[in-house]
């Protein structure tokens, strides 16, 4: 919950202040404010590109290497993005104010620290250790657009311990899902999730929870 207070922000049962009205950029107000991180995404000639962030958690990227470039190079280095950079320009081009649009994705980290911004391509040894657990990563991704045409991009990152689907009330359907979506991916695909070495692993551990 909020409460405005004589300075700011009362958060929470008010062991947490936001100071309003300062000198420190609106962007980083904001990012105190909420649990997303915070891409402020602006037209230009090139397209759509980084303009401001406040970036906390990101999940094996780095906003020094990102900021400025726009959303085709952004993603270059996701697999199929050319087939539809297209389509992705055209959301962001069309996005009404009142419109919001959202997605979630997944990924698998060999532990629960929400800030990863080392490449993809570090190696993960999950499975050396039979008792060692991994984590499924969730992003929720929402886009907004402003009132002075900007695009508000914010993620939030949920993560947890792959056990926890023995835990969850509805976790053999979630964990049936995810093995679905897993043992659906292509070579690129794995490659980019880091997981071309342990498909077959992570598969048979979400059997058993299923």
């Known amino acids: 919950t909020y409460r405005r207070t004589a ?3 009362a958060i929470g049962a008010g062991d947490r202040h936001v100071a309003l009205g300062g000198g420190e950029p609106p962007l980083l107000t904001a990012a105190r404010l909420v649990q997303e991180d915070l891409v402020l995404m602006r037209r230009g000639e090139s397209g759509w590109r980084i303009a401001a962030a406040a970036l906390c958690f990101p999940s094996s990227w780095s906003l020094g290497q990102k900021f400025g470039q726009a959303l085709d190079a952004i993603h270059k280095d996701v697999p199929g993005y050319d087939a539809m950079a297209a389509r992705m320009n055209r959301i962001f081009d069309n ?15 060999p532990d ?3 800030h990863h911004p080392e490449t993809k391509q570090l190696a993960r040894d999950w499975f050396e250790n039979p008792d060692a657990d991994v984590f499924v990563r969730v992003e929720r991704q929402t886009l907004r657009r402003l009132a002075g045409g900007d695009i508000l991009f914010t ?3 949920l993560v947890d311990p792959i056990s926890a689907f023995s835990a969850h009330p509805d976790g053999p359907r979630l964990a049936s899902s995810l093995r679905t ?11 980019y999730k880091a997981l071309t070495h342990h498909r077959d692993a992570l598969a048979a551990r979400l059997l058993e929870l299923a």
Do not use: E
């Open 7 to 9: 300075t700011g922000m």
């Open 95 to 109: 996005l009404h104010v009142d419109a919001p649009a959202w997605r979630l994705n997944w990924s698998i980290y």
């Open 112 to 114: 629960g620290d929400l």
């Open 155 to 157: 993620i939030k990152v």
């Open 181 to 191: 979506q897993l043992l659906g991916l292509d070579p690129d695909q794995l490659a």
